[in-house]
């Protein structure tokens, strides 16, 4: 049974920084993708970004490209967001989740969830 445990959101001023975490148990860890999405009220899931399996190579949605970075540690089966730059458009809920395929942004990919995260950016 596959289970994803999110931590790490919470409440940052604009500009600030912070780091997600989401550990994975019931699966061989270093086999999988591992994304990140997010969702706002009221408005639709949106890719934030992702590290392959055996490459480790990432990609990032648009909007995030160069303020965030996912990162993962397979010897702890635990994979990170880091958050820097943060803006009030950023507020959301976070959820990491899993895939089979080597890299893809689509959230049809991904087939296990996290229970999310709130991040909420002040301004």
């Known amino acids: 049974q596959v289970h994803l445990v999110e931590s790490g959101g919470g409440l940052v001023q604009a500009g600030g920084s912070l780091r997600l975490s989401c550990v994975a148990s019931?699966?061989?860890?270093?086999?999988?993708?591992m994304g990140w999405f997010r969702q706002a009220p009221g408005k639709e899931r949106e890719f934030v970004g992702a590290?392959?399996?055996?490459?480790?190579?990432?990609d990032y949605g648009a909007s995030v490209k160069g303020r965030f970075t996912v990162s993962r540690d397979n010897a702890k089966n635990t994979v990170y967001l880091q958050m820097t730059s943060l803006k009030p458009e950023d507020t959301a809920v976070y959820y990491c989740?899993?895939?089979?395929?080597?890299?893809?942004?689509?959230?049809?990919?991904?087939?296990?969830w996290g229970q999310g995260t709130q991040v909420t950016v002040s301004s």
């Open positions: 590290i392959s399996r055996s490459t480790g190579n990432t």
């Open positions: 019931g699966l061989t860890f270093r086999l999988f993708t």
């Open positions: 989740a899993v895939s089979i395929v080597i890299m893809t942004s689509r959230t049809d990919d991904y087939g296990y």
